[in-house]
């Protein structure tokens, strides 16, 4: 089973690159979804390995959220939401 990391960015030049990082050798894949940085984000990003989504700001995060689950190549599952071990069990088999 694969892990796909989806992160939503704005402006975050000062961390972006370090919190891909941080994670890189626990995910299969990175997919981030800029909503209109105006900052050194973009250019941080280019030198990695990453699914790069360009969306405007809506002022609606479950938008933004949304443009970056269609874009996981595994079955979404949002952070918030607690998966039971009955129901990893039954999708296992």
């Known amino acids: 089973m694969g892990i796909s990391l989806c992160m939503i960015v704005r402006n975050g030049e000062d961390w972006v690159e370090g919190a891909v990082q941080s994670v890189r050798s626990i995910v299969n894949e990175v997919i981030i979804v800029d909503t209109g940085s ?9 030198p990695l390995s990453i699914k790069l989504l ?5 002022d609606s995060f479950a ?22 071990p009955d129901e990893s069990r039954e999708k296992a088999t």
């Open 63 to 84: 938008e933004a959220r949304n443009v970056s689950l269609a874009s996981c190549w595994r079955e979404p599952r949002d952070l918030w939401n607690r998966q039971c």
């Open 54 to 58: 360009k969306k405007s700001w809506n």
């Open 38 to 46: 105006t900052d050194a984000t973009l250019e941080r990003l280019k």
